[in-house]
């Protein structure tokens, strides 16, 4: 059902830890890692994205569901 769900964190070094921790147990681990995010997952395939966020704190996710083609997946941005 879903594709990937993205988090904003004021520290990504200890967001990265906790998650590393956490999710070993479920067979998922650090997949990518750059200055700005991580992404965690099973081997290859990340499906939880961290973002850093440098700033006030802002409520938000990024949520992504996965469909089995484009055409499919409908425009839930088009407007009247």
Same mark, same amino acid.
């Given at each position: 059902?879903? =594709? #990937?769900? *993205?988090?904003?964190?004021?520290?990504? =070094?200890? @967001?990265?830890?906790?998650?590393? &921790? $956490?999710?070993? %147990?479920?067979?998922?681990?650090?997949?990518?890692? =750059?200055?700005? *995010?991580?992404?965690?997952?099973?081997?290859?395939? %990340?499906?939880?994205?961290?973002?850093? #966020?440098?700033?006030?704190? $802002? &409520?938000?996710? #990024?949520?992504?569901? +996965?469909?089995? /083609?484009?055409? +499919? @997946?409908? =425009? @839930?941005? &088009?407007? /009247?």
């Amino acid at each position: 059902m879903y =594709d #990937h769900i *993205g988090l904003k964190t004021g520290n990504l =070094d200890a @967001s990265v830890r906790f998650y590393t &921790a $956490a999710l070993a %147990p479920l067979g998922y681990v650090l997949c990518s890692r =750059d200055a700005s *995010g991580a992404g965690f997952g099973p081997n290859g395939e %990340p499906a939880l994205w961290l973002y850093l #966020h440098n700033g006030p704190a $802002a &409520a938000g996710a #990024h949520i992504a569901f +996965r469909a089995p /083609d484009r055409a +499919r @997946s409908g =425009d @839930s941005t &088009a407007r /009247d």
